[in-house]
C-alpha cells in the first residue's frame, strides 16, 4: 500500500488510542442533540411514550456505570500495559496500546458517559419536546444494547490482554503485515543500487530519531522538478543523527542544489522517537526476538517461550512468498539499497542465539527453525541460514555444559552435511 507523508501521518493519528475515544464522544454529543433537532418530525403519539422520568432514570444509571467502567477498563490497560512491558519487552506496548477491542471497549464506555451526561443536561434543562423525549428514549435503549456487547466482549478479552503469549500473536500480526508489504514493494517502487556514485550531494537530516517512513511519490516530484536522480542512503528502521546521511543527490554539472529544495527532500523523511512497522520489515522480527532474549533472562528463566518464538519468526520470514513483487520502478529518480537475508536473520536470531546459546532445548529449536528456512521454496534464505545456523552451533559449543548435549546438537545440525559441521562442536576441554 503506497501512502503519501499526509495520509500516513492520518493513519497514524487513527491507530492511537485517543482518536477513537475522541470520535465516540463526539458522536455521543452530537446524538443526544439530535433529538432536539428530530423534535417536529415524530408524531405526538409517539412523543407521549416516553416519560421525562424514565428517559432521566436509564441516563442517570447509564452515566454512573460508564464513568465507573470506564476507569476501570483504563486501569485494567495499565496494568495489561506494565506486565507488557516486563514480561515481554517495552517495544511491544505500542501494538497492545493499538488493540482495537480495547480501544472500542474504552470508546463505547467513554461515549455512552458523555451521552447520557449531555442528555441529563439537555433534559432537565427542557431542551427535549416530547418527540425529542422519544428519540432520546430509543437510542438510550439501543446503546443499553451496544453497551452489554461490547461489555461481553470486553470480558472475554481480558482473560489474554497483556499476556505473553497474546502480545507475541500482536506483534507477529504487524510483523506479518510489514513483511507482506515488503514482498509486494521490496524497492518502495525505486531502483535497486548497490554503490552509491561518487558526486552525490549528501544530505542529512536536522532532526534525531528514528527513520519512521520516507513518502518517495514526494520525494520523486522534487527529482523531477530539476531532473536529478535521488539516492536513499538509509531505509526506515536505523537511528538517524547528525553526520549519517539520509539521501544523496546527483545534478548534471556537479551543480550545488538550493537550499529550498535540500528542505523538501529532508521533509519526506519522518522521524520520530520508536520504530514504525509499516515500511520496516526488520522491526517486527527485532520485537519477537527481544521477546525471547526476555524469556531466556534468569529473571524469567523460560525457554519455552523462546521456542515458540522461534517458531513465530520462522512463519514471519516465510509469510508473503507467493506475492509477485512489482518489477517495474514506479518512481524512476529513486534508488535505495536493497535488503540482504542476513539483515533479517540478523535481526531475528542474533540475540537468540547468543542468550540461548547455553541451552539445549533453545539451540535444537534454533537449528530446525534454521534448516526449514534454508529448505523454504521460494524465499532465498540459503545462504544465510546455513551461515546463522553455523554461528549459533559454534556458539552452544562454548556455553554447553555436557559432552552429551553438545553432540546431540551436533547431530541435529549435521543433518544438513555431517562433514561442514563437525568442527564446530569440540570437547570444550
Known amino acids: 500500500m503506497k501512502l503519501g507523508m499526509s495520509l500516513w501521518q492520518i493513519r497514524e493519528a487513527m491507530r492511537q488510542i485517543w482518536f477513537m475515544a475522541a470520535a465516540f464522544c463526539l458522536a455521543g454529543v452530537f446524538t443526544a442533540l439530535a433529538g432536539a433537532a428530530l423534535d417536529p418530525y415524530i408524531p405526538v403519539a409517539l412523543g407521549d411514550f416516553a416519560g421525562i422520568?424514565?428517559?432521566?432514570s436509564l441516563l442517570e444509571i447509564i452515566a454512573t456505570s460508564m464513568l465507573t467502567v470506564t476507569v476501570f477498563s483504563l486501569n485494567t490497560l495499565v496494568s495489561a500495559t506494565s506486565s507488557a512491558a516486563q514480561n515481554a519487552t517495552p517495544r511491544a506496548v505500542s501494538n497492545l496500546l493499538q488493540d482495537r477491542?480495547?480501544?472500542?471497549?474504552?470508546?463505547?464506555f467513554l461515549g455512552a458517559f458523555l451521552f447520557s451526561l449531555v442528555g441529563l443536561i439537555a433534559l432537565k434543562s427542557g431542551l427535549y419536546g416530547d418527540g425529542g423525549r422519544f428519540v432520546l428514549f430509543v437510542v438510550t435503549l439501543l446503546l443499553i444494547v451496544?453497551?452489554?456487547?461490547m461489555l461481553l466482549r470486553w470480558i472475554s478479552h481480558l482473560g489474554s490482554l497483556g499476556q505473553v503469549s497474546n502480545t507475541i500473536m500482536q506483534v507477529e500480526q504487524a510483523a506479518q503485515l510489514a513483511m507482506c508489504s515488503?514482498?509486494?514493494?521490496?524497492?518502495?517502487?525505486?531502483?535497486a543500487f548497490h554503490d552509491a556514485p561518487e558526486d552525490l550531494t549528501l544530505i542529512e537530516h536536522n532532526h534525531i530519531g528514528y527513520l519512521r517512513f520516507i513518502d518517495l511519490a514526494a520525494l520523486n516530484a522534487v527529482a523531477e522538478e530539476v531532473d536529478a536522480d535521488i539516492y536513499i542512503l538509509e531505509r526506515p528502521g536505523v537511528f538517524v543523527t547528525p553526520g549519517r546521511f539520509v539521501a544523496g543527490l546527483k545534478l548534471e554539472g556537479r551543480?550545488?542544489?538550493?537550499?529550498?529544495?535540500?528542505?523538501?527532500?529532508?521533509?519526506?523523511?519522518?522521524?520520530?522517537?520508536?520504530r514504525s512497522y509499516d515500511q520496516d520489515p526488520l522491526y517486527g522480527l527485532t520485537v519477537l526476538s527481544q521477546i525471547a532474549m526476555r524469556a531466556m533472562s534468569p529473571g524469567i528463566n523460560d525457554p519455552g517461550t523462546a521456542i515458540d518464538v522461534i517458531n513465530n519468526l520462522v512463519r514471519v520470514l516465510a509469510v508473503g512468498r507467493e506475492i509477485k513483487a512489482e518489477t517495474e520502478p514506479l518512481h524512476r529518480h529513486i534508488h535505495i539499497m536493497p535488503l540482504e537475508p542476513n539483515a533479517?536473520?540478523?535481526?531475528?536470531?542474533?540475540?537468540?542465539?547468543?542468550?540461548?546459546?547455553?541451552?539445549?532445548?533453545?539451540?535444537?529449536?534454533?537449528q530446525r527453525a534454521l534448516k526449514s528456512l534454508e529448505?523454504?521454496?521460494?524465499?532465498?534464505?540459503?545462504?544465510?541460514?546455513r551461515a546463522y545456523a553455523e554461528m549459533a552451533l559454534e556458539r552452544a559449543g562454548r556455553m554447553l555444559e555436557y559432552e552429551s548435549e553438545r553432540e546431540r546438537l551436533a547431530a541435529i545440525a549435521s543433518e544438513r552435511d555431517p562433514a561442514r559441521y563437525a568442527h564446530l562442536i569440540a570437547d570444550k576441554d
Open 344 to 366: 533479517f536473520f540478523d535481526a531475528a536470531f542474533t540475540g537468540i542465539s547468543r542468550d540461548g546459546a547455553g541451552l539445549i532445548e533453545v539451540g535444537i529449536a534454533l
Open 101 to 108: 477491542t480495547a480501544q472500542g471497549a474504552l470508546a463505547t
Open 146 to 149: 451496544v453497551i452489554v456487547v
Open 375 to 385: 529448505h523454504l521454496p521460494g524465499a532465498g534464505y540459503g545462504k544465510a541460514s
Open 255 to 274: 551543480k550545488r542544489p538550493a537550499d529550498e529544495m535540500i528542505e523538501k527532500i529532508r521533509a519526506t523523511f519522518a522521524l520520530g522517537p520508536e
Open 53 to 56: 422520568d424514565a428517559v432521566g
Open 182 to 191: 515488503f514482498r509486494q514493494t521490496p524497492l518502495f517502487g525505486a531502483h
